[in-house]
């Protein structure tokens, strides 16, 4: 099987996905998004910003690695009854039966970052984006102190090292990777900007809650902790991010409300 679509196939990502619901909105409101406009969310998940695009009115497509968020997808948009919205199996370094210039605005939150070969990734993104369409990507940022950076970073310590040629996911968080690769996909570097935002995470239940939910559904982290069980570490590795997670937090002690810092990458299609 294909390693990125086994990673996220592992697990239950729709667990995670439920603290991101509400910046996943707050970001949709922020594109311009309006009704009929083509837009395609790569890495889209179950849904958390293809969902508040098509009730905006846009005709949506959802495409993920993982077949189980592409079912989990299409019944969030049954059970909303949106039409205008549809999930499909698809690879974001290779999105075959998608034809050129076919979206307004290409949509990739935390998404098309993990995919691997990062400059097919770029040049597919723009090939099915027409011409003066909007490419809309969010990206952790290698090494930032917020929440996920420092979960992956973490993670990272625990886990076996990665196979030889490996690009890190991370690589997307800095710019000039980003100018690189848009460039390469024919972007002029003018249409290119970059800038850090913020993403919140929130749930009603404690810091030490959101902990176990990743440990048990986030296929990153559920490789690190089989990993650090084989050696005996993962008591530490729990510690580390019950730490991570109880430090960053800013509710009281029985709910979640962790910000993030991401690089928003928007890209104008010549």
């Known amino acids: 099987m ?24 707050a970001l949709v409101d922020t594109l311009g998004i309006t009704p009929g406009m083509a837009v395609l969310d790569l890495g889209c998940g179950d849904g958390t910003t293809a969902l508040p695009a098509a009730r905006l009115g846009a005709e949506v497509l959802g495409v993920d690695i993982a077949e189980n968020l592409v079912a989990a997808g299409n019944a969030r948009a049954s059970a909303a009854g949106l039409s205008n919205l549809r999930f499909q199996q698809g690879d974001a370094s290779d999105l075959q039966g998608l034809e050129d210039g076919r979206f307004d605005l290409v949509v990739s939150i ?7 070969r990062p400059f097919d990734v770029a040049k597919e993104m723009a090939r099915v984006t027409r011409s003066g369409g909007r490419i809309v990507m969010g990206n952790w940022i290698p090494g930032d102190p917020t929440l ?3 979960v ?3 993670s990272a310590a625990y886990a076996p090292p990665p196979p030889e040629g490996f690009i890190s996911p991370m690589t997307w968080g800095v710019e000039t990777n980003v100018r690189e690769r848009f460039e390469t996909a024919g972007v002029p570097a003018a249409n290119i900007t970059c800038a ?4 919140v995470f929130a749930a009603p239940q404690p810091p030490r809650w959101m902990v176990e939910n990743m440990k048990t559904f986030y296929g990153p982290t559920m490789n690190a902790f089989e990993a650090a069980s084989n050696d005996g570490r993962a008591e530490a590795l729990e510690a580390e991010l019950v730490d991570l997670f109880e430090t960053q937090n800013q509710a ?12 928003k990458v928007v890209v104008t299609k010549s």
């Open 2 to 25: 294909n390693p990125n679509k086994a990673l996220w196939e592992k697990g239950d990502f729709t667990r995670i996905a439920a603290s991101m619901r509400e910046s996943g909105e």
């Open 110 to 116: 935390f998404g098309a970052m993990f995919a691997p």
């Open 148 to 150: 996920i950076a420092q």
């Open 152 to 154: 992956l970073k973490i």
């Open 196 to 199: 850090p935002a913020t993403y």
């Open 252 to 263: 009281g002690p029985e709910a979640t409300r962790i910000p993030a810092i991401f690089l």
